[in-house]
């Protein structure tokens, strides 16, 4: 079956060290990966997206993500954590052969401590 | 351009009721999506519609309903409320001419069922 796993419902990062919130997915054929972040109190907001190309790609906020294939991962990073970047961050890919329905992970608290 | 826009922000209800939230998609995307957000839960899909046809629909009992009328808004209801549809629901718009689009959020509405 199709899913999204995020294996850690939370990620504690001292500020300025580089941070990792992990993500692997499921699906058949080609998939189309996305991070959304979520601010206390805020709307869901797009981070950046995967869909062909360069397996690393660079979102808002210098945040990046690199596609590994053979890992069926895609992992969100940042080379160093802000307090400001505490947030919920959501995992989501889009399975071709599902109608290209928007499969999403189940969410990681990032807390960055001063 | 404004943003995906909901009504109501808040809404109180009882048992058994019924209830119609809206969603107005930013102006050019033709994709609505509604999501149902809890503490326990996380991000659950509820259904897309594009050009006024459901395109996906999640594991949702019939009780939720949804609709997208000729200008891309859209509405979804639920009837016969119960405790456990308390919940944010969120509405989310894309362009929807790819599907490598990302999705634009809007702030939620807050149902509380009493």
């Known amino acids: 079956a199709q899913s999204v796993a995020q294996p850690e419902d939370q990620v504690n990062v001292a500020e300025g060290n580089p941070l990792t919130v992990k993500c692997t997915y499921s699906?058949?054929?080609?998939?189309?990966l996305f991070w959304y972040v979520q601010y206390p109190n805020r709307g869901l907001q797009f981070l950046l997206k995967y869909i062909t190309g360069d397996n690393l790609v660079k979102g808002s906020y210098g945040f990046e993500a690199e596609f590994n294939k053979s890992q069926t991962s895609f992992h969100l990073k940042k080379p160093s954590a802000l307090v400001s970047d505490s947030a919920l961050y959501f995992c989501a890919v889009r399975d071709p052969y599902s109608n290209y329905q928007l499969i999403w992970g189940a969410g990681t608290k990032l807390i960055i401590k001063p | 351009k404004a943003g995906v826009t909901q009504t109501p922000r808040y809404l109180i209800k009882t048992r058994g009721q019924q209830v119609t939230l809206s969603c107005s998609p930013i102006?050019?995307?033709?994709?609505v999506s509604w999501y149902q957000q809890t503490p326990g839960q996380g991000l659950q899909f509820l259904f897309e519609y594009f050009s006024e046809t459901q395109r996906n629909k999640g594991n949702f009992p019939g009780r939720f309903s949804g609709r997208q009328f000729s200008n891309s808004r859209s509405e979804m209801n639920v009837s016969t409320l119960e405790l456990g549809d308390s919940a944010l629901y969120l509405c989310?718009?894309?362009?929807?001419?790819?599907?490598?689009?990302?999705?634009?959020f809007g702030p939620g509405t807050r149902l509380t069922v009493l």
């Open positions: 989310a718009s894309s362009l929807a001419d790819k599907v490598g689009n990302e999705q634009f």
């Open positions: 699906v058949s054929g080609n998939p189309y």
């Open positions: 102006s050019g995307h033709r994709s």
